[in-house]
């Protein structure tokens, strides 16, 4: 057996009576350590007398003066409080709540960036449609009215004959 040991059994003697086994390791350690015995004995007598005592009476007010305790310190717990809260919040962020601040900057900024490409990409892509739309529908009336005239400029002969008439000028 070792110290640790005769200590658990002081300990358990506190609480309860110790078994039959407990008590035969203990006279096997109080024979072997005689000095040992007398602070075995001290802490029997020394319980012993705690036992005897009265238990202390409950005063009957004992519940209100416990309230009393405790809202008096509430009384004076509250200004340094509420004064040490905005003094918290006036005096510089600590660093981990800089980290904070800044991801949850980062986080709204890239949710912003991504949802105004998704908008300018709608934007886009309505415009492409209204444009392919435009065109889709055929040529405009106008045009084909004046398809003749349009038809003799792009002939080539009267470019060469238009060229000639400028190079006489000259």
């Known amino acids: 057996m070792n110290d640790t040991l005769f200590e658990a059994l002081l300990a358990l003697r ?3 009576a110790l078994t039959a086994d407990e ?11 005689p000095g040992d015995r007398t602070r075995w004995l001290e802490e029997i007598a020394l319980r012993a007398a705690l036992n005897r005592l009265p238990e202390p009476p409950v ?3 004992f519940l209100a003066r416990v309230w009393q305790g405790i809202e008096a310190e509430e009384m004076r717990g509250a200004p340094a409080s509420t004064a040490a809260g905005w003094r918290a919040w006036l ?3 600590s660093l981990a709540t800089q980290f904070a601040c800044a991801l949850l900057l980062l986080a709204t ?4 960036i991504v949802q105004g490409r998704r908008v300018s990409s709608h934007t886009q892509v309505a415009q492409s ?4 739309a435009a065109l889709a529908s055929g040529p405009n009336v106008e045009l084909l009215k004046d398809f ?19 190079e006489r000028e000259r």
């Open 109 to 112: 900024v890239a949710v912003v």
């Open 59 to 61: 005063p009957s007010n």
């Open 91 to 93: 005096r510089w962020p």
């Open 14 to 16: 506190q609480k309860r």
């Open 148 to 166: 003749e005239a349009i038809s003799r400029l792009n002939q080539s002969a009267a470019d060469v004959e238009l060229l000639a008439a400028f």
């Open 129 to 132: 449609i209204e444009h392919i």
């Open 23 to 33: 008590q035969s390791r203990l006279d096997g350690w109080l024979a072997a350590h």
